[in-house]
């Protein structure tokens, strides 16, 4: 069966420090999907990234940098120099590829509170 | 602007009083699905559609029913709504059911 596990619940560190949000993914299907969710303090799901099961690269989009690892099955979220505005609930989901009514399986979230 | 939208955002409720969040794309995506938010258990998939006329169940259905006449909208019917329907409801859809976008959130109260 398909599980996402976020073992961090809350994590709080100062601005500028950098943080790192884990995932950890289980399922049978070699083709999938990893996403990451921010979710604000105003409510809305905002989409960070997709990456499918057959692309390892890592990625870096500015601030944010993403770490996928298929031997561990993980795929981690950096946040380098963190900043008030980062403070949110981040959610790690997957996606099974190919099946009918696939739904997203999100993991419980991280919460990570940035202080000045 | 490509989106998805729900209505109400905020809704308090009694008890056994029937009420409708709707949710509409301009996307003309085929796939729709409901999710509820709760603290600890992250979003959990309630129903979804793959196109008009075409429901199925996702893994919490119970209270809930949905319709799809048109393929832009998506209701999700609570007939005799509960407290333990408080929640945070989401709307998404997406074409070819892998990328999700989501609507704005419903943030529902039953007393």
């Known amino acids: 069966a398909q599980k996402v596990t976020q073992a961090q619940t809350e994590i709080s560190v100062v601005e500028k420090e950098d943080v790192t949000l884990d995932c950890v993914y289980e399922?049978?299907?070699?083709?999938?999907?990893l996403f990451w969710y921010k979710q604000p303090p105003s409510g809305e799901l905002v989409f960070l990234i997709r990456?499918?099961?057959?692309?390892?690269q890592n990625e870096i989009s500015g601030r944010y940098s993403w770490n996928f690892q298929k031997s561990t099955s993980s795929f981690n979220f950096t946040i380098t120099a963190s900043q008030v505005v980062d403070s949110a609930v981040y959610f790690c989901a997957l996606s099974e590829a190919g099946q009918a009514g696939t739904a997203l399986i999100f993991g419980k979230g991280t919460t990570l509170s940035v202080s000045s | 602007e490509a989106q998805v939208t729900q209505n109400p955002r905020y809704l308090i409720t009694v008890t056994g009083k029937k009420l409708t969040v709707t949710c509409s794309q301009n996307m003309n995506h085929e796939y729709m699905s409901w999710y509820r938010q709760d603290p600890g258990l992250g979003l959990r998939q309630i129903y979804y559609?793959?196109?008009?006329?075409?429901?199925d169940k996702g893994d919490v259905p119970e209270g809930y029913k949905v319709s799809r006449k048109e393929k832009r909208n998506f209701p999700l019917i609570l007939e005799s709504p509960s407290p333990n329907q408080t929640s945070l409801y989401f709307c998404?859809?997406?074409?070819?059911?892998?990328?999700?976008?989501f609507g704005p959130g419903t943030r529902l109260t039953v007393l």
């Open positions: 990456r499918n099961s057959f692309d390892e």
């Open positions: 559609s793959m196109n008009v006329e075409v429901t």
């Open positions: 998404a859809s997406s074409f070819g059911g892998v990328e999700q976008f």
């Open positions: 399922t049978r299907d070699t083709t999938y999907y």
